[in-house]
T-cell receptor
């Protein structure tokens, strides 16, 4: 079946450090891939997405590249800020068809210290 | 920018009571979903809904759960007889294509 694996953390970094959160997936067909962020006490916000192989999603300094050969979609940011402290979820939508439910990874808690 | 809204933001109920969680999806979206997140755990799919019927549901979505689109704008999740383990954050989502837009969630606390 479809699944998403990501490093569970928690990840603790100092401000301005480089961030990588690994995400790998298993899926049939050609899924779309997403990163969602959840700030404390809030809902899920789409951070970035990629819908086909070699696409790079980017937003707010975060980037992730859809790597079909390694079935990965690792999240990176060159210089994290305290305000980036949140839980990050990698997710996939199984096919290009409409109405397919998302499969989420377990989430990675990031704490950025000043 | 259009967004998915959910009410209430927090619901406290007694075990065995019925609760209805409400969602207003984005107006031109055709697909609707409910997910839940038990505190500190992963987001889990409950059910998807299209053309006024359930299109897919997970094993979590048992007979205690039901969904309805009672009018042209609302999408509801009903839990008939709540259990302690139903305490969670419930997220509604809607989509037109494969990108799903999530609401802010309703935190359900069952005492």
């Amino acid at each position: 079946g479809n699944s998403v694996t990501q490093m569970e953390g928690p990840v603790t970094l100092s401000e301005e450090a480089f961030l990588t959160i690994n995400c790998t997936y298993t899926a049939t067909g050609y899924p779309s891939l997403f990163w969602y962020v959840q700030y404390p006490g809030e809902g899920l916000q789409l951070l970035l997405k990629a819908t086909k192989a070699d696409d790079k999603g980017s937003n707010k300094g975060f980037e992730a590249t859809y790597r079909k050969e390694t079935t990965s979609f690792h999240l990176e940011k060159g210089s994290v800020q305290v305000s980036d402290s949140a839980v990050y979820f990698c997710a996939l939508s199984p096919t290009d068809n409409y109405g397919q439910n998302f499969v989420f990874g377990p989430g990675t808690r990031l704490s950025v210290l000043p | 920018e259009p967004e998915v809204t959910q009410t209430p933001s927090h619901q406290v109920t007694q075990m065995g009571q019925e609760v209805i969680l409400r969602c207003v999806p984005i107006s031109n979206h055709l697909y609707f979903y409910w997910y839940r997140q038990i505190l500190g755990q992963k987001v889990e799919f409950l059910v998807s809904f299209y053309n006024n019927e359930i299109s897919e549901k997970s094993e979590i979505f048992d007979d205690q759960f039901s969904v309805e689109r009672p009018d042209g704008s609302n999408f509801t999740l009903k839990i008939r007889s709540t259990k302690l383990e139903d305490s969670a954050m419930y997220f509604c989502a809607s989509s037109q294509v494969n990108e799903q837009f999530f609401g802010p969630g309703t935190r359900l606390t069952v005492l």
